[in-house]
């Protein structure tokens, strides 16, 4: 069974950082374009955060650069969120998407939710003091 579970997620102070991952199971992720997608309330859900299947190559929208930083471990068949200085404004449901390499590209994932082929459950973040 195919499956992208993330975890990490909760409740952080302004300023403070977390990690999230995103394990596969039932597939490898070694072929796959990754995303973290972001879903704040009443808003659609965005892409913060894209990585190619290598790792070399990243994307990361104005709104989180500088910030947040997307790695994967192949090996691990798991891929990493770090988000630092963290904004009430970054409150929402993170998920995480794969996009198979053939059908996607790591910018086009990101601005494009409808690449992926699959989709975690999310993890809570929540921002506040």
């Known amino acids: 069974q195919v499956q992208l579970v993330e975890s990490g997620g909760g409740l952080v102070q302004p300023g403070g950082s977390l990690r999230l991952s995103c394990a596969a199971s039932g597939f490898t992720l070694d072929y796959y374009i990754i995303g973290w997608f972001r879903q704040a309330p009443g808003k659609e859900r965005e892409g913060i955060s894209c990585i190619n299947n290598s790792g070399v190559t990243t994307y990361y929208p104005d709104s989180v650069k500088g910030r947040f930083t997307i790695s994967r471990d192949n090996a691990m068949n798991t891929v990493y969120l770090q988000m630092n200085s963290l904004k009430p404004e970054d409150t929402g449901v993170y998920y995480c998407?794969?996009?198979?390499?053939?059908?996607?590209?790591?910018?086009?994932?990101?601005?494009?939710?409808?690449?992926?082929?699959?989709w975690g459950q999310g993890t809570q973040v929540t921002v506040s003091s």
């Open positions: 998407a794969a996009a198979h390499r053939s059908i996607a590209t790591v910018q086009g994932l990101c601005l494009n939710l409808r690449q992926a082929n699959y």
